[in-house]
Nanobody
Framework: QVQLVESGGGLVQAGGSLRLSCAAS????????MGWFRQAPGKEREFVAA????????YYTDSVKGRFTISRDNVKNTVYLQMNSLKPDDTAVYYC????????????????????WGQGTQVTVSS
């Protein structure tokens, strides 16, 4: 079992920055790939970014490339999402998720391959 708790969301003006954190507990050594997803009101949950165990491989959805950076600290069991140049379209609930399969693939955007999820943190970007 892996427990995930997100934090760092809030209200920010367009062009601003936020850093989300996802603290993992439990069997954290099995969290081979960590990902961030988001869900805006009335829309489906969508993939944002993912990172492998070592942090050497990252993958982003096109809409956040160059603005968001995912990273992880395995000593602190924490994954981060640094979000810069935020836009109103980035407004959503952001979720952290973990893949525990040894065959986990960073570039797999499907939410179904993730085994554990956090409760989400709200990010609101005002225009």
């Amino acid at each position: 079992q892996v427990q995930l708790v997100e934090s760092g969301g809030g209200l920010v003006q367009a062009g601003g920055s936020l850093r989300l954190s996802c603290a993992a507990s439990g069997r954290t050594s099995s969290s081979y790939v960590m990902g961030w997803f988001r869900q805006a009101p009335g829309k489906e949950r969508e993939f944002v970014a993912a990172i492998n165990w070592s942090g050497g491989i990252t993958y982003y959805t096109d809409s956040v490339k160059g603005r968001f950076t995912i990273s992880r600290d395995n000593v602190k069991n924490t994954v981060y999402l640094q979000m810069n140049s935020l836009k109103p379209d980035d407004t959503a609930v952001y979720y952290c998720a973990a893949q525990t399969s040894r065959r986990a693939v960073v570039a797999d955007k499907r939410s179904s391959v993730y085994d554990y999820w956090g409760q989400g943190t709200q990010v609101t970007v005002s225009s």
